[in-house]
């Protein structure tokens, strides 16, 4: 039977578990094509916000660019912390969006415990269910832990239950990088699968590409990843080599090069996917000789905050305020931002450290990184140094408002460019130009 046509008949449903930012999207999406569709948290918090039609994750409302109270209120979108409201025959598909990382290395358990929750469904059902798991893997996990964790169940793949992996490409920042209109891909464990899996994801994705198998499109993202994370790790060691030159217009001007993209140094590579990307390949690798790149790469980017704090204290600064715990500009993600550990390293040397973010409550940011905030912009002026992390569209303020607190500082430090336009005084630095580190 099409699911395509089973799903648009409303009589079946599409199950999220999990509603971060990969989940909900694929929720509101899938909705917005009059598919019902229920999502699964732990967080009371977060289906409140959903069932009342308001969006949990509010930096993801311009993304968007439409409003989902309608999709709730015609019964389109809903959220539930139940499992067991999803593992009934009515339930067609299922999406896992859920992190599969924990203290920046791979971990399966949440995954795992998922997929026990799907096994419990009925495994006589005309219509087996389909399994797309969104969330990133390392190589080989599904042969070495998924396939055979359903086995264990009596699930056999391509009978009574349907598989696919289907990693997330979209870019949370620009509205145009979306589930909509991104290149999709994705493999699956037999013939069947590939078929309805394909007819489940053009419901909502206009470019699939479909992988010989699942084990293909399993090492997608975390590959492509890893390439952009020896690109920008890159970036970092040319500014450490050549500390007296300009390396960041000379990336800039590497990158009008028809085949290569601009990179620049900074504080490092965060978020969940890039920083993981290599950890998750060479979880499978056991020979330490092997993808030395890789390895140099993690080395580097663990080794930036260090660096960025030994230049910081070797000028005598002591007074050091940070701007943004996010990992992207706009976007409430702490989980992997390497300003963390830029603020660890800071503290080690004795520096006095504040940290704002728009984003993030008083009691957020100390959780995350154990000091305390301060009032934008009028507590500028307490600072001899300032680190700008993150483009937020809160920094961007007036040039006579930041000249007028900033007048004591000496050193400002601007990773993502957000102050470049506003030529202040000889003390600012975006990453990666002449004498920054």
Not at 121 to 150: C, H
Not at 202 to 212: G, M, N
Not at 261 to 290: D, M, W
Request: with cysteine.
């Amino acid at each position: 039977m099409n699911y395509k046509k089973l799903l648009k008949s409303k009589k079946f449903k599409i199950a999220v578990w999990g509603t971060g930012y990969i989940g909900l999207s694929t929720m509101v999406y899938f909705s917005k094509r009059k598919i019902k569709c229920v999502g699964y948290d732990i967080s009371k918090e977060k289906i409140k916000k959903i069932n009342s039609g308001v969006l949990p994750l509010s930096d993801l409302k311009n993304w968007f660019g439409f409003d989902i109270k309608g999709l709730v209120k015609q019964n389109y979108l809903r959220a539930t912390n139940n499992y067991k409201d999803l593992i009934t025959k009515d339930f067609l598909v299922h999406f896992i969006a859920i992190p599969t990382e924990k203290d920046g290395k791979p971990y399966y358990k949440p995954l795992l415990d998922v997929l026990s929750n799907i096994s419990k469904i009925n495994k006589n059902n005309k219509n087996p269910p389909l399994v797309i798991v969104e969330s990133t893997l390392a190589p080989k996990v599904s042969d070495k832990k998924i396939i055979p964790f359903l086995n264990k169940r009596n699930l056999v793949v391509g009978k009574n239950i349907l598989l696919s992996i289907a990693p997330r490409r979209d870019w949370f920042i620009e509205g145009g990088k979306n589930l909509e209109n991104l290149d999709r891909v994705y493999g699956s464990t037999d013939v069947r699968s590939t078929k309805v899996t394909k007819d489940v994801l053009s419901i909502v994705c206009k470019k699939l590409h479909v992988a010989s198998s699942y084990k293909v499109s399993e090492m997608v993202k975390s590959v492509e990843n890893a390439y952009r994370h020896m690109d920008i790790t890159l970036a970092n060691q040319l500014s450490l080599a050549f500390p007296k030159d300009n390396i960041r217009e000379v990336l800039k001007l590497v990158g009008t090069k028809w085949n290569l993209e601009t990179f620049h140094p900074g504080i490092g590579a965060g978020g969940y996917c890039i920083p993981l990307s290599s950890r998750y390949i060479l979880s499978q690798v056991k020979n330490v000789n092997k993808l030395s790149l890789l390895r140099e790469t993690i080395k580097t980017d663990d080794s930036m905050s260090k660096s960025i704090s030994n230049s910081i204290a070797r000028k005598g600064l002591k007074q050091i305020g940070i701007l943004g715990l996010s990992y992207k500009g706009d976007l409430k993600v702490s989980v992997l931002s390497k300003v963390i550990p830029l603020v660890k390293s800071l503290l080690k040397k004795k520096l006095k450290v504040r940290l704002f973010d728009p984003y993030f409550t008083k009691k957020e940011i100390y959780k995350a990184v154990k000091v305390k905030t301060f009032n934008f912009p009028k507590d500028l002026k307490k600072f001899d140094c300032l680190i700008v992390t993150v483009d937020h569209k809160q920094f961007k303020i007036q040039k006579k408002i930041l000249e007028k607190y900033l007048k004591k500082c000496k050193l400002i430090i601007d990773h993502d460019g957000a102050w470049k336009k506003y030529n202040l005084k000889n003390n600012y630095y975006l990453s990666g130009n002449r004498g920054w580190i």
